[in-house]
C-alpha cells in the first residue's frame, strides 16, 4: 500500500490504488468484471498478506517453539510477532491476552468449554441477541445438553436492533456470560457494545464479543471497552483463513483450564499428571498456523496502513449510497434497517426468490451470498427464510454499487 493510496482513501477520493492491491479482484466473471459484495462472508486479500504467506514458506518455514536452530528461531520470532501486533490491533494490556485459535467460532466453543463449563450449576444461563451468528448459539447449546445451560435470547425489533431495556431485564443472578455479537453479519447492526459490557458489569457478569465482523470495520480497543473476552476470524479481516484470536483478560484465562490436550500446551508430561504452559500456550495445543499467524499480523499492518477510521468512513459513505440506491429499485425491500449499521445489506425482492436473485447477479459478475448467513433465527424474526446480502469492504467503489443496483432493476423488470 502506497502513501500516496492511502491518502486517496483518507481523502475519501479514490480506492483505484487501493483496488490494485488485491489481485483477486481483477477478473472476469462470466465475461464481466467481478463486483465482489461478499467481504462479510470472507474478505478477498491484499498483496501484501500473499507476500507474507509465500515468503514464511520459501524462506522462514519451520516448526516453532521447539527448535534450538536458527530457522524455528525464525519462524517463532515471526509467530510471536503476529501476536504482538494483534495485541496492538486490540489494544491489549498483554500479549499473553491473545490466544491464536482457527477462527471466531473456535474462540466461543473455547470459552463455553473452558470458561462457562467449569463454574456451571444445571440452571446457570448465557444470555445472547437475537440477532446472533450459529457460532454464538450452537456452542451454548451443546453446553446445554452436556451440563444443563439454560440459554437466554434477548430480543430484537422489527429494524433489526437490540431491545436494550429487555435486554438489562434478562439479566439475573444466574447469568454466567453475557455473549453478544458487535455487529450483526446478516443485518449490519452495530451493537451499543459499551452500554451492555456496563449492564452486565453492573451485575457483575463478564461478557464475550463476537467480534468477526466489528475489527475489520471499526476501531476496537479492549482496555477501554473492558470486556472479558473477544473473538474474531483472520479471514474476514483481510488476512488468512485458519487463523484467529481469542482476547481474555490474563487472569480469566490464568484460571481456565486448557481446551485441548497435546503437545505445546505443556510445561512438563509424565505418566503421573502434567502441567501446563503459561498463557496463552496452555490454549494452543499442537502445531498451529504458524504461517496464517505471519499472514494475519502482515493483514493487521496493512489495515492499519490505510487507518481504521478511514475505511469505517469510506464503507459508512458507501453503505448510505447503496441504501438510497437500493430503496429506488421497486419491489427491494432492505432487512435491518438499524440507525446504526455498518456494511452489510440484506435484502428480498418481491419479484424473485433470493437463490434467483443470487443466480442472476452472478451471471452479471456480482457475487453477493444468499440463504440465512448462518444466523438463521435473525433472519426468521425479520419475517423471511433467506435474504440476498451485499457486503461490503474497503475496496469497493460506487461502481460496484452502481452495477449491484443496475442488475436489481433488471432482476425487477425480468421476474416483474
Ligand atoms: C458475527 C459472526 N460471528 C462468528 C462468525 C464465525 O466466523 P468463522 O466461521 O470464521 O469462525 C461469523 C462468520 O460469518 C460472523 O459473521
Not at 74 to 96: C, G, I, N, P, Y
Not at 205 to 212: G, I, N
Request: hydrophobic share 45%.
Amino acid at each position: 500500500m502506497s502513501a500516496l493510496a492511502a491518502r486517496a482513501l483518507a481523502d475519501g477520493l479514490d480506492v483505484a490504488r487501493v483496488r490494485a492491491d488485491f489481485p483477486c479482484l481483477d477478473q472476469t466473471i462470466h465475461g464481466r468484471p467481478l463486483v465482489f459484495l461478499d467481504t462479510a462472508a470472507s474478505a478477498q486479500k491484499p498483496n501484501a498478506v500473499i507476500e507474507t504467506l509465500t515468503s514464511v514458506l520459501r524462506h522462514d518455514y519451520a516448526n516453532i517453539h521447539r527448535g534450538v536452530y536458527d530457522l524455528s528461531q525464525r519462524a517463532t520470532d515471526l509467530h510471536e510477532a503476529a501476536r504482538a501486533k494483534v495485541q496492538a490491533l486490540l489494544h491489549a494490556a498483554d500479549s499473553r491476552e491473545i490466544v491464536f485459535t482457527r477462527n471466531a467460532t473456535e474462540g466461543i466453543n473455547l470459552v463455553a468449554q473452558s470458561f462457562v463449563r467449569p463454574r456451571l450449576v444445571p440452571g446457570d444461563q448465557v444470555l445472547i441477541t437475537g440477532m446472533e451468528h450459529h457460532a454464538n448459539i450452537v456452542p451454548w447449546q451443546l453446553l446445554a445438553d452436556q451440563a444443563g445451560l439454560e440459554l437466554v435470547v434477548a430480543p430484537i425489533n422489527d429494524d433489526g436492533e437490540l431491545l436494550l431495556d429487555a435486554f438489562e431485564a434478562l439479566i439475573t443472578e444466574r447469568t454466567k456470560l453475557v455473549s453478544v455479537t458487535w455487529v450483526s453479519n446478516a443485518l449490519g447492526t452495530i451493537n451499543p457494545v459499551h452500554e451492555i459490557v456496563a449492564l452486565a458489569h453492573r451485575r457483575g457478569v463478564p461478557v464475550l464479543l463476537d467480534a468477526a465482523q466489528a475489527v475489520q470495520h471499526l476501531p476496537v480497543d479492549v482496555q477501554e471497552l473492558d470486556c472479558e473476552f473477544l473473538v474474531f476470524s483472520g479471514h474476514k479481516l483481510y488476512g488468512p483463513s485458519g487463523i484467529g484470536v481469542l482476547y481474555g483478560k490474563a487472569d480469566l484465562l490464568e484460571a481456565m483450564p486448557p481446551y485441548q490436550g497435546g503437545g505445546e500446551m505443556i510445561s512438563s508430561v509424565s505418566f503421573a499428571g502434567t502441567e501446563f504452559a503459561d498463557i496463552p500456550y496452555k490454549f494452543e495445543a499442537g502445531t498451529p498456523a504458524i504461517e496464517a499467524a505471519v499472514g494475519l499480523g502482515a493483514a493487521i499492518d496493512y489495515v492499519q496502513s490505510l487507518g481504521l477510521d478511514n475505511i469505517a468512513a469510506h464503507e459508512a459513505d458507501l453503505l448510505a449510497y447503496a441504501t438510497r440506491a437500493m430503496q429506488q429499485v421497486p419491489g427491494v425491500r432492505l432487512v435491518g434497517t438499524a440507525r446504526h449499521k455498518c456494511s452489510v445489506l440484506s435484502f428480498v425482492m418481491d419479484q424473485a426468490h433470493p437463490q434467483d436473485i443470487g443466480t442472476v447477479l452472478d451471471l452479471d459478475g456480482i457475487a453477493v451470498r444468499v440463504g440465512h448467513h448462518c444466523a438463521q433465527p435473525a433472519i426468521e424474526r425479520l419475517g423471511h427464510s433467506a435474504t440476498a446480502r451485499a457486503s461490503l469492504g474497503l475496496y469497493n467503489t460506487r461502481a460496484d454499487i452502481d452495477a449491484l443496483v443496475a442488475s436489481l432493476h433488471r432482476i425487477a423488470a425480468m421476474f416483474g
